[in-house]
């Protein structure tokens, strides 16, 4: 390179996940008006708002719930429609909620593969067993396939909900409202999970009410308010939970009294 010459900037990478321009209207309410984001691979993106700010609306239209009344959403580049759940999961996005989509009849290894259309691998108990076994593994579950799940604490069965959506190669988890009946101890020990699938270059969408989580976790926040995107930060940038409530309802708190 001469003296003359400049360096180009590198290329922004491109996003895992866009939603660009999307709307949902319900009667007379917008419940999106808009909206857009972006999710890079190997982050974990806080979504924030109050209650009626747009986030369980974009949840459900991401997981093929809901369909939008425009706008689009965007994977790797490619342009995809989700006319159902089938289609969203096809794509790679998974929900864990806070009712998980679990069977607590059946034993962890069953649940692990509900939903699961591979009939070939079905047929084989041992493989099964051994693909169950890494699946736990994977996650630092040290359960018993053939546990009945109704054995678990909450927090395990959550890591059994992670591990099978793991098992169907999610790359974007969205995790809603996830720790509202966990302990601490399970609090940390999913985070750490999550933590561990980004690391793999897999992504995340936290969806929570509780600030501190959200500050603790996550590298970027997007807020929400009255169906509109009104900011996207990093953590390190927001720093503190007042600091985040200000962007949410869009005005300085008042002092303490």
């Given amino acids: 390179m001469t003296e003359n010459e400049t360096k180009k900037p ?93 069977a607590p009849d059946l034993s962890v290894e069953e649940n692990l593969f509900l939903g699961n259309f591979d009939v070939s691998l079905l047929r084989r108990p041992g493989a099964v067993r051994r693909r169950a076994r890494d699946l736990l593994s ?46 601490e101890n399970e609090i940390e020990r999913v985070f750490a999970v999550v933590r561990e699938l980004v690391r793999e270059g897999r992504s995340t969408i936290f969806v929570s009410h509780r600030l501190d989580e959200v500050l603790d976790l996550c590298d970027r926040v997007t807020v929400l308010r009255d169906g509109r995107v009104v900011s996207s930060r990093s953590t390190a940038d927001i720093g503190h939970r007042q600091e985040l409530i200000k962007m949410m309802i869009g005005k300085e708190l008042p002092p303490p009294e």
């Fill in 10 to 102: 590198e290329p922004a990478a491109m996003p895992l996940l866009s939603v660009r321009h999307v709307s949902k209207t319900y009667g007379a309410v917008r419940a999106l008006d808009d909206a857009s984001l972006d999710l890079a691979g190997g982050e974990i993106l806080g979504l924030c708002g109050h209650n009626g700010a747009g986030k369980s609306t974009l949840v459900k239209i991401l997981t093929g719930q809901v369909r939008p009344d425009g706008g689009e959403i965007v994977m790797q580049g490619e342009s995809v429609e989700f006319r159902n759940p089938l289609d969203s999961q096809a794509k790679g996005l998974a929900i864990v909620d806070q009712e998980l989509a679990l």
């Fill in 138 to 183: 994977r996650i630092g579950l040290a359960v018993d396939p053939r546990s009945p799940l109704a054995s678990l604490s909450i927090g395990e069965r959550q890591l059994v909900e992670i591990a099978r959506l793991v098992g169907r190669d999610a790359r974007v988890l969205i995790l809603a409202e996830p720790t509202a009946t966990l302990s």
